[in-house]
């Protein structure tokens, strides 16, 4: 979500699944998917016209000013987080980073204990696709406004992903846009599976740390970016064809855990990662 040019996302297209809320039960999730356009490179157009968005500006406060203890705040939490460079924790922020399908649909993955993919859960794959656009560009009317400095700019220190670099230094950084698309996806899937909520939860929480922990993203970022995330989730829930894919989802998800398929995944790695970093605060404990 680094391109400020990003074309307006459009009126939804097609039909919307009113069947699917009402008999879920006779609903092949197999069945092949509608094509739904792009309105960038990799980036499926979202459920909601770009005039529904919510209005980040108009939701989250300015960024702390550089005398405030908020600010005081993000940096302890930017110079405690540059110790976890080269870590196994490091590396998993590394890979939350990369919001490219099929690559990031695995995400949750562990926290569901199945697989996402395409193959498996096309619902819950396009879901996820197209949600990130919803939840993303909602981010940037205060994002552009504000225009604030990311922290490896002023420190000079190392990012997990040094090929975006570049456009991160001319992309405003509060709030978190990835942020605000891990915590979407979060409440998404906590509705789909609800059995696996704290698990979801804390795997979602831990999306938008890794931004941190990254050095591309200070930690209020972080936080306003959770509250644009749960706003957008929000609104997409005023949106029929939103719902009617996450009652599809749930059908597919009962479907691939009543064949045993597990995730593919390295679950073990991915929780002891997450051990390196509290989740339990919104910032490193003391020690």
């Not at 490179?41 to 203890?69: C, F, H, R």
């Not at 795997?203 to 930690?219: D, E, K, L, M, Y």
């Not at 609104?235 to 593919?264: T, Y």
Request: charged share 20%; proline share 8%.
């Amino acid at each position: 979500m680094k391109n400020k040019k990003i074309p307006m996302i459009q009126s939804i297209l097609g039909c919307v699944v009113i069947s699917l809320l009402t008999s879920c039960s006779s609903f092949n999730t197999k069945n092949k998917l509608e094509p739904v356009p792009e309105i960038h490179p990799g980036i499926l157009q979202g459920y909601l016209p770009v005039k529904t968005l919510p209005n980040s500006l108009a939701l989250i406060p300015p960024p702390p000013a550089e005398d405030s203890v908020a600010f005081a705040l993000d940096e302890k939490v930017n110079f405690e987080s540059l110790a976890l460079q080269d870590t196994p924790r490091w590396k998993l922020a590394a890979q939350d980073a990369d919001l490219s399908f099929p690559a990031v649909a695995g995400t949750f993955s562990c926290a569901l204990n199945a697989p996402i993919s395409e193959e498996e859960t096309p619902q819950l794959y396009r879901l996820l696709h197209r949600t990130l656009a919803d939840a993303g560009l909602s981010s940037y009317s205060a994002k552009n406004h504000y225009d604030r400095t990311r922290p490896f700019v002023l420190n000079k220190q190392a990012t997990c992903s040094p090929s975006d670099e570049e456009a991160l230094r001319n992309d405003g950084s509060y709030p978190s846009g990835h942020t605000a698309i891990g915590w979407a996806w979060a409440l998404i899937l906590t509705e789909i599976s609800p059995e696996q909520t704290d698990a979801i939860l804390a795997r979602g929480w831990a999306f938008g740390q890794s931004r941190t922990i990254c050095n591309v993203h200070w930690q209020s970022d972080v936080l306003m970016g959770r509250i644009t995330g749960a706003s957008a989730v929000a609104q997409l829930h005023s949106n029929p064809e939103f719902r009617a894919a996450v009652e599809a989802s749930k059908i597919e998800l009962e479907d691939v855990r009543a064949k045993g398929l597990k995730p593919v995944r390295d679950c073990k790695a991915e929780a002891d990662a997450l051990l390196e970093y509290p989740q339990s605060a919104p910032w490193p404990a003391n020690k």
